[in-house]
């Protein structure tokens, strides 16, 4: 933190000594300025490993330091222009917006080419390539162009920055993202451990199956040049009963590999507006991009089921956004994860783009005796007349199920003080379980 707050200090400075000798020279107080030279005080903050990385030239690390003054540095630039109009008044050559809460001059395009290209045509175009989508800022999602109203000339937009970048340099990590309307996903994790995960042999054969994948990604696609030929990304569809695991796996997939595992429920996130599911969804993938993340869809169904003719406007845009979705999964280049309950939901046609179709079937009798051994808490003295084998053959349970019936066991237990579990409180808590199921009893 020290080295970023010293390293930010040195650069903000050089920042205004920039912006200073612009104004000099354009209100004729110098006829030229000398670029300032550039120095960073350690080698461990984000800026000096950033120079290291990328070596950006005078232009694109003044735009960066100038993206990053309205977080940063609020009042840099409507102090220094405020120097050359003691009177105030209005500079327009030089760019900048005031926000709707802030009162200081927010930068942008215009901003940067006054000071980076003054009235040079050829040096305008370049300021306005680097703030285009095929340079490095862009392609790193680090720094952007705000998109403007039509009709606004294009470099009217505010220069934005990277608010994880911000968060960094100010509070020392980035935080997760929590659920909202422009998030529409929900951060999951588990307590529970790889070897406490009951599934059936062939289902965590190809569970093993997507591991590999985490592990030789980078070996695959780069070292023995795979990316030419195939898309960066793994996709899978996990389908089976509810309570049956799915979510589970994903949220230990993640877990083992290090991955932070991310849940979005499609049923809420497709809108009933026109336009919206896009905006929602873009803004996911465009958070998730180099992170790594598992993004796991929960309720596929709702996007990806079969499909019907187009009736209405309705159904065209539904299509529409299934379309998009898909293309955005496509070109994800981490693992990405969607669930349902039963795999003839899925329309045929987003079938074949999974990688791994995955079954996730109700647990046999000795699986279940599996979950109900490693689920049940050891502190409970279960009675003589309980053989968890027979339990387990004769009521066919998801795993969520079981944990369900443990629980109410366990409170049971407890509330009343009782010694130990037997079989007629186990056999009320299972048919309970199956009356909460709407299974006949």
Sequence with gaps: MK???ADLQFAFEWLAQVVDGCLKVNFGRAESFEIP?????????????????QQPNYQE??????????HLQPFLLGKLIAAYLPDGGDF???????????????????TAQFLLAGADMEKRWEVQRALGGEHWFARQKLLWLETVREGEPLMSGRLLVDPEIVELLTIGKVSRPRFSLDFPAEYIETEMAWDELVLHPQTLAQIREIENWIAHKHTLLDDWGMKRKIKPGYRALFYGPPGTGKTLTATLLGKQTGRDVFRIDLSRVVSKYIGETEKNLSRLFDKAEHKAWILFFDE?????GKRTDIRDAHDKYANQEAAYLLQRI???NGLVILASNQRANIDDAFIRRFQSIIHFPMPRAEDRYEIWRKTFPQQIAVGP??????VAARHELSGAGILNVTHYCALQVLAEDLPNLDLQRLEAAIRREYIKEGKIV
């Excluded at 550039?38 to 120079?51: A, I, Q, T």
């Excluded at 327009?92 to 215009?110: D, I, K």
């Design 3 to 5: 080295s970023n707050t």
């Design 37 to 53: 030279p550039l120095r960073f005080c350690g080698k461990d903050s984000w800026l000096s490993n950033l120079v290291a990385r």
């Design 61 to 70: 690390f003044a735009l960066l330091m100038l993206a990053m003054v309205p």
């Design 92 to 110: 327009p050559e030089f760019g900048g917006v005031r926000g709707a809460n802030h009162r200081g001059l927010m930068p942008t395009g215009e």
């Design 300 to 304: 596929a169904d709702a996007l990806f």
């Design 330 to 332: 496509e070109a994800y």
């Design 385 to 390: 007349d309980i053989d968890w084998q027979q």
